[in-house]
């Protein structure tokens, strides 16, 4: 019988791309509830009974509710598998119901004045008790008699009795009793993933958090004591590493030169703070092995010697002269290679190996010209700040450690690159027209005659923007810093203020203000 009511949910998923269970035809039978705040193309609460091996299913657009003077809409969906009671996660973009997945209520249930719930369901009047952690008492599914052609629509309400509770709104409770976590958290970091095409019992696959913790003092005293070359022991790798001493940046002003050494230990130690704008992602890289004072290459394709630990992604839809596998870092150990490997910027795509065609970050670059001053630059910033806060859009600046300023969008990844290409350009253009003696929108450096360019090009798949916190190849080892909106006013701001040995302070008496961004999951408005 399951297989049978399984059908529809299993015909409207691809489980080779979701991670969501395909349900086993043989489930044990219960009692169980679950109810799970879903943000797909809207969000909605999914309230599930389990009910003869499956869980039958309503979509709540606004969650249920404990208010007996409130009903809600309810939608009647396909049946679910019984281990989707326990699935959170995420559903990737593109697929059906794609997007964040939290486990907002669960517990237990009993049907109210029927020995057969099954037909209580098809004559359209259903009455329950819960058993949840947030949600108890009696509830009512009914079938409106006048029914929408399209849906099955119905009504869930709450009984008058010793739980009701007026005002109650499901928005007020936004965590999961499985995790404790929002669903942007969730969505930043799942704790498992589903593999569609194992088992349902077999679907879920832990992953480990990806909080990372910097080297240790231990750590960075064997990594000081090495000669010119040496294995650096270091998150719990094994790291060949070679010309140490070696002068990569010469210095600014009166530093000293920043040596290959100086630049695997900055690198490990902004490891923590850097590597949530890295993990998950295809990295392009600016190696310059010979230090900065000689020209430098770009290189996209993971290196043939590249250790066995090293995550790689599988780009399947290259081109026969395009790279075929990529770097993705995600550990301070890939951090310290990447580094002796003389990639000294780190470029990572704006969207993730998990759907490379939907970009999680819309980009706006303030290309300085010859004649722009580093002032005009952040008049031009400040004007971003305003469009963003007029359109109700969250983003944040970043110097980019050479001469320019760009600004960060954290986006659901719902949209096409042209998308967000032809958003961004949109804003980008009504910003120039404020200043149009500051902007010009040539193509080539020799026809701007020396005005800056809001570049909205930058928003294609596999054309980057430097990282957070990677270093620019300048005297002195500057590095591309976030910045929050407020600096824009510091007399002392400027593109290259921060190099890799101030970095770090400002980190830790700041922090980093990207960090709300994370995980963020922004709709952009039309325009």
Not at 473 to 480: D, E, F, K, L
Request: aromatic content about 8%; proline content about 8%.
């Amino acid at each position: 019988m399951n297989d049978r009511r399984l059908a529809k949910y299993r015909e409207m998923r691809d489980f080779s791309r979701t991670a969501e269970p395909s349900g086993s035809a043989a489930a044990k039978a219960g009692k169980r509830f679950v109810v799970q705040r879903h943000r797909a193309r809207r969000r909605h609460y999914d309230v599930r009974l389990e009910l003869d091996g499956v869980l039958v299913s309503w979509a709540v657009p606004k969650g249920p509710t404990l208010d007996p003077d409130v009903r809600r809409m309810a939608v009647h969906v396909e049946d679910h598998p019984v281990e989707y009671a326990d699935f959170e996660g995420v559903i990737p973009a593109g697929e059906y119901g794609g997007g964040d997945v939290i486990v907002w209520d669960r517990g237990t249930w009993e049907p109210v004045d029927t020995d057969d719930p099954l037909e209580a369901i098809e004559a359209g009047n259903l009455h329950f008790d819960l058993f949840g952690e947030k949600l108890a008492g009696r509830f009512v599914l009914v079938r409106p008699k006048r029914r929408d052609a399209d849906k099955d629509q119905w009504l869930l309400l709450h009984k008058h009795d010793d739980h009701a509770e007026k005002g109650w709104d499901a928005e007020d409770h936004p965590r999961s009793v499985k995790s404790g976590r929002t669903n942007d958290e969730v969505a930043a970091d799942p704790d498992a993933l589903w593999r569609g095409d194992l088992p349902a019992a077999e679907a879920e696959i832990p992953m480990a958090r990806q909080h990372w913790a910097g080297p240790t003092k231990e750590e960075l005293k064997e990594l000081a004591s090495l000669g010119e070359k040496g294995t650096w022991h270091v998150d719990g790798r094994k790291v060949a590493l070679t010309n140490l001493d070696k002068v990569l940046f010469p210095p600014r002003g009166k530093e000293k030169p920043v040596t290959k050494r100086n630049l695997i230990r900055y690198y490990a130690e902004i490891a923590p703070v850097m590597l949530p704008y890295l993990a998950a992602r295809p990295l392009n890289t600016h190696r310059f092995p010979a230090g900065v004072d000689q020209p430098g290459f770009w290189q996209k394709a993971a290196p043939s010697h590249a250790p066995d630990w090293l995550k790689q992604w599988h780009y399947e839809q290259a081109g026969p002269g395009d790279s075929q596998y990529y770097l993705v870092p995600d550990s301070v150990a890939a951090l310290a290679w990447l580094a002796n490997y003389g990639a000294l910027e780190l470029h990572a795509w704006t969207s993730q190996v998990l759907d490379v065609e939907r970009p999680t970050w819309a980009l706006f670059d303030i290309d300085p010209g010859e004649h722009t001053s580093f002032e005009d630059v952040v008049v031009l910033a400040r004007l971003h700040r305003t469009a963003l806060e007029h359109l109700g859009v969250e983003g944040r600046p970043k110097v980019t450690g050479q001469r320019g300023i760009q600004v960060w969008v954290p986006v659901e990844p719902c949209y096409t690159f042209a998308e967000t290409r032809a958003w961004v350009e949109t804003v980008s253009k009504a910003i120039g027209r404020t200043l149009p003696e500051l902007v010009s929108w040539a193509w080539t450096r020799d026809k701007r005659h020396g005005l800056a360019r809001l570049d909205y090009t930058q928003n294609v798949r596999n054309k980057t923007l430097v990282a957070p916190y990677s270093v620019r190849p300048r005297p002195g080892a500057p590095v591309s810093v976030p910045i929050e909106w407020d600096e824009l006013d510091d007399p002392k701001l400027a593109p290259d203020r921060w190099t890799v040995r101030s970095v770090l302070k400002r980190v830790k008496d700041k922090g980093d203000p990207f960090s709300a961004l994370l995980g963020a999951r922004q709709r952009l408005p039309k325009l």
